[in-house]
Nanobody
Framework: LRLEESGGGLVQPGGSLKLSCATS??????????IGWFRQAPGKEREAISCSSGTGERPNYADSVKGRFTVSKDRAKNTLYLQMNNVKPEDAGVYFC?????????????????WGQGTQVAVSS
């Protein structure tokens, strides 16, 4: 079982970036699988930013990213994406995707049992 993030890098404030979470060892078609995106800025606790379930319901977003970030998935590629628009300096950090064996979404990181290694996002002009 594996989750691998990619797509991180340097982005200017107001810019856009698209992160990927490639998964293997389980199927995104599974209704009992939820995928979360989290981030951790230096010196801060890890923050949950979104969750998408396998049931097809709309993803949940933290207030800090709502209206700017969008989650999508390509089930054929077993890959999820995090489209980051209007990026702000406070969006900088290491971004992780993780799996929970749930039929619903939760932003509680304790529910997630497998994590990727993360991809770094830096925001600077």
């Amino acid at each position: 079982l594996r989750l691998e993030e990619s797509g991180g890098g340097l982005v200017q404030p107001g810019g856009s970036l698209k992160l990927s979470c490639a998964t293997s060892g389980f199927s995104l078609h599974n209704y009992a699988v939820a995928i979360g995106w989290f981030r951790q800025a230096p010196g801060k606790e890890r923050e949950a930013i979104s969750c998408s379930s396998g049931t097809g319901e709309r993803p949940n977003y933290a207030d800090s990213v709502k209206g700017r970030f969008t989650v999508s998935k390509d089930r054929a590629k077993n890959t999820l994406y995090l489209q980051m628009n209007n990026v702000k300096p406070e969006d900088a950090g290491v971004y992780f995707c993780a799996r929970a064996q749930l039929r619903f979404c939760t932003l509680d990181e304790l529910a997630y049992d497998f994590w990727g290694q993360g991809t770094q996002v830096a925001v600077s002009s």
